[in-house]
């Protein structure tokens, strides 16, 4: 009897450790991962893909884009990006744009893609506060984005619920109209129509991906034409926004959009 204990207890140990290794194994697969396709918008011509893997309030994401507004100044044009919600979940067409200037401005888009409840920046703050914070902000023509972020529970919601849109910021001015050329921006006077308005447009889905492509944040380089008011875009106090300089610019920007 005490023989047959002994043959017996490798086996009882080996069910133990499945036993204990089970719950293991079902966390490590209860990640969900979701992507978007980021089309043109406002005539941009830019396009992008991205994708998230969410594990608990963990979201490690890429994200790919070609095609922007490429420098102003022999600088990256910096490129403010979102994670927006609490809307549609939809991007906006041309229907939206209400005042006729050829330009879906961000006001005029928030119905659809609602305010922002994350901020893509390349690094520290991911709040709505950061929002137009050009400091953190990936530029150039294309980049490669990758960041691992805490989410809060309100862009958790909006993942789950399909209402949330990733939304990239910042045209070309010489692709636009007469009349939006010579527009300001709706969220800070100051600047240019250009500056804030939305160039890339992706509804973020459920995506059946079982693992995330590799990439390291970087700016994309190369030159484009349509920034001759540079000198402008910069009097204009966009630094200013990436050192805090305007904060009241934006609250109403999270707030609003």
């Known amino acids: 009897m005490k023989?047959?204990?002994l043959l017996l207890a490798p086996a009882a140990a080996a069910v133990c450790l499945g036993m204990a290794a089970a719950p293991a194994a079902h966390a490590a697969d209860s990640s969900t991962s979701y992507q978007a396709t980021?089309?043109?918008?406002?005539?941009?011509?830019?396009?992008?893909?991205?994708w998230l893997k969410l594990t608990g309030n963990?979201?490690?994401?890429?994200?790919?884009?070609?095609?922007?507004?490429?420098?102003?100044?022999?600088?990256?044009?910096?490129?403010v990006q979102h994670i927006h919600g609490g809307a549609?979940?939809?991007?906006?067409?041309?229907?939206?744009?209400?005042?006729?200037?050829?330009v879906i401005s961000t006001t005029e888009g928030a119905p659809h893609y609602g305010s922002i409840v994350t901020t893509l920046s390349k690094s520290g703050d991911t709040s709505p506060a950061s929002g137009t914070n050009i400091k953190i902000a990936p530029g150039g023509a294309s980049y490669t984005y990758q960041r691992t972020i805490t989410l809060?529970?309100?862009t958790i919601a909006d993942l789950k619920n399909g209402t949330a849109v990733i939304v990239v910021h910042g045209l070309d001015p010489s692709k636009l109209s007469k009349k939006a050329q010579a527009e300001k921006s709706d969220l800070v006077p100051s600047l240019p129509l250009a500056a804030t308005s939305p160039t890339l447009c992706g509804k973020v889905v459920n995506s059946q991906m079982s693992g995330m492509p590799s990439?390291?944040?970087?700016?994309?380089?190369?030159g484009t034409s349509g920034l001759q008011n540079a000198g402008l875009f910069y009097a204009a106090g966009i630094l200013a926004l990436g050192?805090?300089?305007?904060?009241?610019?934006?609250?109403?920007?999270?707030?609003?959009?």
Do not use: W
């Open 58 to 79: 963990q979201a490690v994401i890429t994200e790919k884009t070609n095609g922007l507004a490429a420098t102003f100044m022999g600088a990256p044009y910096p490129h």
């Open 88 to 102: 549609m979940g939809m991007c906006p067409d041309m229907s939206a744009d209400k005042n006729g200037d050829g």
């Open 243 to 257: 050192a805090g300089g305007s904060l009241a610019a934006r609250r109403k920007f999270s707030k609003q959009h």
């Open 3 to 5: 023989k047959q204990a």
């Open 152 to 154: 809060d529970s309100k």
């Open 215 to 222: 990439g390291g944040v970087q700016t994309g380089g190369g």
């Open 38 to 50: 980021l089309n043109s918008i406002n005539g941009s011509g830019a396009s992008g893909t991205f």
